[in-house]
């Protein structure tokens, strides 16, 4: 096929099957993870953290679609990078 000579298509391809893999397998593990790292967290309680990562993740999807027709796109791809390595760091430091 034409499309599949086209390297940009195919990697990106690549990178999105890569990335939703990651998820899965970040996603999967995180009920697991909260229960050995919070203590008494039982497993319907992680799931209630999952459930809200999962709609945060959504809502932040839905406001940057927004926000590009406001903010330069590698702006705002700052912006989140910026506020994730915050989260991470947070999370690290409590």
Known sequence: LKLWQNRGLVHGVLAQFF???AQVCVW???IRLAQANIPGMKEQQAADLL???LVLFVAGRFVATVLMKFVDERLLLLLYAASAAACCAIA???
């Open 19 to 21: 990335y939703v893999g």
């Open 28 to 30: 999967s593990y995180l």
């Open 92 to 94: 690290a430091l409590f």
């Open 51 to 53: 459930l809200v990562s």
